[in-house]
């Protein structure tokens, strides 16, 4: 085949031209609309398990989730159909963006042309529903239309949880409100522990994972512990996965979490662990990227996440990693801003992250991320600068700093926005303390 048409098909030649309405009607040139719905298409189909290779051949009279998450997928077409014959494909994991589909109308005609023409479709969560109308016109699409991808679950409340204060080592938790106030302490559950890291998953609860349980060597965990959609800590559960500190987490995929990185006694690591929409964690994930602790981590694209800064070989370093909606890690991206470990990352208005705060010197400098995953240059610190904070998000599209260290325990809190602006102190509220972790719930 040759020659290319757009994800919206459009026939070629001169005759008439049948265009899809606003809400994925038929419509003739004249404009009158043939009710048509997925839903309604859908029902009438035998559907086939997902397809995930770069060939296949389509049935009549079957459905095809089309899974191109790794690769394109040329469909060849029945090389002889009857009057009515119909065959439905749908974009299974919104990929079509990334990895389309080409028809092989196989000898027939698609909407008037014959298959010397490539026909592609190309659009993210595209449902296309074709029907034989004989030889004249061939396959004619009657749905062609982008099914709107079901917003990303946002957490509203958010938990700060362990870490380090004067005496010791701690569990106690502090809740954020939707609209990000601290409540005073809460009675700790589980074993008392700092260096941990958090994240969401189910698209309404957190996982607290991994740390330190005292000082000294070899006394790193690899326990985790649960946060319910009503911020309820649970009991410690068994550890899965190598046991370390200073690592980092966060969301991706919308409803999973994944903990990646962190420190081995003395040496950095990229080893990740994902997390299950039930908050199951998996086995040790070959690292990809350079081995690094101290860390921080914020989703972004609302399916996606980022790793970024943290330590290596003893040096600050300003480089990220991507994470996909899949989960994969992708290879180190030169850092963009001031070099620095021990800071906190947020997500905020629904599909960007912001990097905060840190040490190379305390600092309260910020990087914000695209929600292309593109991280910006330095923007000048509000707040009072400090280090080994907690950071998570809150009212679905806002973020909060808490507690850490200017040389002294700290509890003061900075707001960021839904547009990424960080606001001024807010005095603190619980017991100042540093190296804790934090994540959202509903």
């Not at 349980?213 to 959609?229: A, H, Q, R």
């Not at 030169?334 to 800071?343: E, K, N, Q």
Request: with cysteine; net charge negative; glycine share 16%.
């Amino acid at each position: 085949m040759s020659g290319i048409i757009g994800s919206k098909l459009n026939i070629r030649g001169s005759g008439r031209i049948a265009k899809l309405g606003t809400d994925g009607q038929v419509l003739t040139s004249a404009g009158a609309g043939l009710s048509a719905s997925f839903e309604d298409i859908a029902g009438g189909l035998s559907w086939q398990a997902i397809e995930t290779g770069a060939t296949m051949t389509a049935v009549a009279g079957n459905g095809y989730w089309i899974d191109t998450t790794s690769n394109a997928c040329t469909i060849t077409l029945p090389s002889s159909a009857s009057n009515g014959d119909q065959i439905m494909f749908a974009d299974y994991d919104r990929t079509w963006g990334t990895y389309g589909i080409e028809l092989d109308s196989n000898g027939l005609n698609y909407q008037g042309d014959d298959d010397t023409f490539a026909v592609e479709y190309t659009t993210d969560g595209q449902a296309l529903h074709i029907v034989y109308s004989g030889a004249t016109k061939g396959w004619i699409p009657t749905l062609d239309k982008a099914v709107e991808d079901v917003p990303a679950i946002a957490n509203n409340n958010g938990i700060f949880g362990w870490g380090e204060d004067t005496g010791g080592m701690v569990s106690y938790t502090n809740l954020v409100s939707n609209v990000g106030v601290v409540a005073a302490d809460v009675t700790g559950v589980g074993t008392a522990s700092k260096n941990r890291a958090g994240t969401e998953f189910g698209g309404d609860k957190g996982i607290f994972g991994y740390g330190e349980v005292e000082n000294g060597v070899n006394n790193f965990i690899s326990e985790t512990n649960l946060v319910s959609n009503a911020g309820v800590v649970a009991t410690d559960t068994t550890g899965v996965g190598t046991a370390r500190r200073n690592l980092a987490a966060c969301r991706y995929g919308s409803d999973k979490g994944i903990f990646g990185y962190g420190k081995l006694i003395s040496t950095g690591i990229s080893m990740t662990n994902l997390v299950s929409n039930v908050g199951v964690v998996a086995v040790d994930v070959t690292g990809v990227g350079t081995g690094r602790e101290s860390l921080m981590a914020c989703e972004y694209g609302e399916d996606k996440g980022i790793f970024g800064y943290g330590s290596a070989a003893d040096s600050n370093v300003s480089m990220t990693n991507l994470v996909s909606n899949a989960g994969v890690v992708a290879t180190d991206v030169t850092g963009v801003g001031t070099a620095r470990r021990v800071g906190g990352a947020i997500g905020y208005g629904d599909d960007k992250g912001l990097f905060g705060f840190g040490y190379d010197a305390a600092t309260a400098v910020t990087n914000l991320v695209s929600n292309a995953g593109v991280v910006a240059t330095d923007t000048t610190g509000v707040g009072t600068a400090r280090y080994n904070l907690g950071a998570t998000q809150y009212g679905s599209d806002k973020g909060i700093f808490a507690y850490g260290s200017t040389g002294s325990f700290t509890a003061v809190s900075n707001l960021v926005s839904n547009t990424g602006v960080v606001a001024t102190d807010v005095a603190g509220v619980g017991t100042a303390r540093q190296v804790l972790t934090a994540c959202s719930y509903n």
